[in-house]
């Protein structure tokens, strides 16, 4: 079984511009999360989707918004970049069905803004 | 709000030797539960261990374990036989118990080093 899918690697961007990252989860999980990390806030939760429907929201600013497809891909939208929004950014699946459920991460996907 | 406290940026242990990682939490809640994650330079986040808040039993997988005081609001982690292989950033999450999976609240982590 795959694991979960983080496209692309690496991205370089400059400030000002917009970037979508890219998250396939394991196959039959429904739920997709996104976290930010950066050295100086740690790990900081952006947001849950799960069947198409954000669930959750973490305490960032509108330029960072998802969506979730009837496949279950997920993608992040970034909006007028600062060099703040610098980070590694993680996905993380799972199914959902019970409240202890799992998560599986994927690689991330390492943004900078220069 | 919950709140997850690493106090330990960084911790050596020799190879084959143990070693004790501190995770302290807030919380008003009585149900949710703890993690230890693990992220080598792969930057994958691998969950080690799981402990559920109404279990008095400490979780044990393996080599790893922890030390759950439900009162003393502390969770630690103990790896004994310490690998070479262990060597990452260890986090200490929290999830609440009454809903959402997707949501943890994370530690600011501690840099585990091995020496052989």
């Known amino acids: 079984k795959a694991g979960v899918t983080q496209t692309p690697r690496y991205l370089i961007k400059t400030r000002g511009q917009q970037v979508t990252l890219s998250c396939s989860p394991i196959?039959?999980?429904?739920?997709v999360s996104w976290y930010q990390q950066t050295p100086g806030q740690g790990l900081q939760f952006l947001f849950e989707y799960f069947s198409e429907t954000q669930r959750n929201k973490g305490n960032f600013p509108g330029r960072f918004s998802g969506r979730q497809f009837s496949n279950s891909r997920s993608e992040m939208n970034v909006s007028t970049l600062e060099l703040g929004d610098s980070a590694l950014y993680l996905c993380a699946s799972s199914n959902r069905d019970r409240v202890d459920e799992k998560l599986f991460f994927g690689s991330g996907t390492q943004l900078s803004v220069l | 709000a919950q709140t997850v406290t690493q106090s330990q940026p960084e911790m050596s242990v020799q190879e084959a030797e143990t070693v004790t990682l501190s995770c302290t939490y807030d919380t008003s809640e009585s149900d949710y539960y703890l993690f230890w994650y693990k992220q080598p330079p792969s930057r994958q986040m691998i969950l080690v261990i799981r402990q559920e808040a109404y279990k008095q039993q400490n979780a044990t997988e393996n080599r790893f374990s922890v030390n759950f005081q439900k009162a003393a609001k502390s969770f630690s982690l103990k790896i004994s036989d310490s690998q070479l292989g262990d060597a990452a950033m260890y986090f200490c999450a929290y999830s609440s118990g009454s809903s959402n999976t997707g949501k943890l609240i994370f530690g600011q982590g501690t840099t585990l080093q091995v020496k052989p």
């Open positions: 196959s039959g999980h429904r739920s």
